[in-house]
């Protein structure tokens, strides 16, 4: 029987910086199976056929034609997901025609990565199962990613400082206490030349982003910029509504009762990046909740 692939934890940044792990690559028993799953690896060596997220569910939209074709958009702090589910996923296909937007979703599906032509990818989710879920759960989600990622970073960083490669690197990384898994993929990811510094540096930064959007209120708890922030988050409950609220007009809103600009775009930022508001089009920005 084959193995189901183990759903992973990726936020979305480093999922759609995946490409397709070749199967020249993996070990002689995967390779000669016909019927081993279509796997995907990250730039920092997390290898993946399946994958567990859980964001705000910001844009939903019905494509198909003859057969229904859903299409969602769900983020996390660091971008977001695109997730298709047809007419072979009737769990998700039922789940989305009935789900409101926005709201909070964990869900379960396969990675799928579509190149139509050389340097054209577009990378998205088959949607196996959702469901809607509370703040809280997906905090959790966000807490529990970072630590896994930045566990990824510092495994992918020692592995550049060691200066080892090929076998010699993966025996390194697993006498680090490193996954066999991991410790594979970050040896097929520094061979094939994709050596993301910069993009490490990023992804490092998009975390650290996240995790403080998620208690961003906490922050600066006492003096007039504390005040100023619950100011503008009420401010914000109250002028979005059901349909959201033109950006500009809330800014002059909350400029016009004494909040300096630069701290309603930091509140802003923050909502946005922690899936706490969201634009359903450009422009207009609605508080999720």
Request: some cysteine; overall charge negative; aromatic content about 8%.
């Amino acid at each position: 029987m084959l193995k189901r692939e183990v759903a992973k934890r990726v936020f979305a940044k480093e999922f759609e910086a995946c490409r397709e792990l070749e199967k020249s690559t993996r070990s002689a028993s995967e390779a000669a199976d016909s019927k081993s799953p279509n796997l995907l690896i990250s730039p920092l060596g997390l290898i993946l056929n399946r994958v567990f997220i859980v964001g705000v569910l910001t844009e939903l939209d019905s494509i198909g034609t003859q057969n229904e074709m859903w299409k969602a958009r769900i983020v996390d702090p660091t971008g977001a997901f695109t997730v298709y589910a047809g007419q072979f996923q009737p769990d998700a296909s039922i789940f989305f025609s009935t789900v409101q937007v926005p709201a909070f979703i964990a869900l379960t599906g396969k990675a799928r990565i579509y190149e139509p032509e050389p340097g054209s990818i577009f990378i998205s989710v088959r949607a196996e199962e959702a469901n809607v879920v509370d703040e809280e759960i997906r905090n959790r989600w966000v807490v529990d990613t970072a630590e896994q990622a930045v566990d990824r970073l510092e495994a992918f960083s020692d592995a550049l400082a060691s200066g080892y490669r090929g076998e010699t690197l993966r025996e390194y990384l697993l006498e680090r206490g490193v996954s066999e898994e991991l410790a594979e993929g970050i040896s097929i990811a520094i061979e094939k030349e994709r050596v993301p510094q910069v993009f490490a540096k990023q992804l490092r930064a998009s975390i650290r982003q996240g995790l403080r959007t998620l208690n961003f209120e906490a922050e600066d708890t006492t003096g007039a910029k504390a005040d100023q922030k619950e100011f503008v988050l009420e401010l914000l409950r109250e002028m979005s509504g059901g349909k959201g609220i033109d950006y500009a007009a809330f800014v002059d809103a909350a400029v016009s009762r004494g909040i300096p600009e630069e701290v309603v775009e930091e509140v802003v930022r923050s909502l946005l990046a922690g899936g706490q508001c969201y634009e359903p089009r450009i422009g207009i920005i609605r508080f999720v909740g």
